[in-house]
């Protein structure tokens, strides 16, 4: 996988829910439109087998602080041969196979 998709890889659900929250449900939507609708960033949809494993992994460490979404993000980044994540969620260290940066 190209090295620059690892730094453009986001979950939509946390972003529009961050920007629904610190701003507004219009920026939200805003944001949305441009990257869903101007077709700028490749959408990566969750598998049935990406669901599970998920579920599986959000179910083994209940020990983490680890959301549902955290643990789909963490599936689909290790199924996607994708080792770096641009994010300010610590819990992309815990995983182990994921570097965090900044």
Do not use: Y
Not at 89 to 94: G, K, V
């Amino acid at each position: 996988m190209n090295p620059l998709w690892s730094l453009l890889i986001t979950s939509f659900d946390e972003l529009f829910t961050l920007l629904k929250i610190r701003e507004s449900h219009l920026v939200a939507v805003a944001a949305g439109k441009v990257l869903i609708g101007e077709k700028i960033c490749r959408i990566i949809k969750v598998t049935p087998a990406d669901f599970t494993r998920a579920w599986s992994t959000f179910v083994q460490f209940s020990d983490k602080g680890w959301s549902f979404t955290d643990c789909t993000s963490k599936v689909i980044m290790e199924r996607l041969d994708i080792s770096i994540a641009f994010s300010f969620d610590e819990h992309f260290e815990q995983f182990g196979s994921i570097t965090r940066v900044p």
